[in-house]
């Protein structure tokens, strides 16, 4: 469902893409995905909080035998990516001789990806991927832009889907820009 403008906090969104917009998108990813990697050992790393929701829905569409691991970073204050990356949560398992695909929620700067490339190589991965909901190809100043995406967006700040702003609006089932 659509919905209309929503507020949160002391700003407004406007509704920007749909929840059948973002599924068929998933199911786009799956697909790639699936024949990639047939035959392949695959470890999916998500990142927390925001790829939550697109984690959930992409697995139940992959066909793979495979792992998942969840690690949990942030680089963001309020609308703003703090330039840096904070590891709250380490990995769990190791990711030595495995493909490994991190899933996010969005890219952005590429900072967080970065970081996180950085501390998986240490643990020799046979390939290490990387799969988003939203790029955001303008913004983007990373090393390692996603293989995998389902839409790339202007540099607008958007919620919803996993998304938040000061962590409200994760729960939408759609995904909302700041309203100019």
Known sequence: MYMEEINLHDKAFVPYLTEVEIQNAICDIATQINAAYEGKEVLFLSVLNGAFMFTSDLMKKITLPCEISFIKVSSYLGT???GRVDELIGLNTSVSGK???I???IVDTGITIDKVIKLLEMQNPA???VCATLFKKVAYQGQHPPRYFGFEIPNKFVVGYGLDYDQLGRNLPAIYQVKN
Do not use: K
């Open 80 to 82: 703003e990516s703090t």
């Open 103 to 105: 899933i996010e929620d």
């Open 99 to 101: 493909h490994v695909i």
């Open 127 to 129: 390939t290490i991927e």
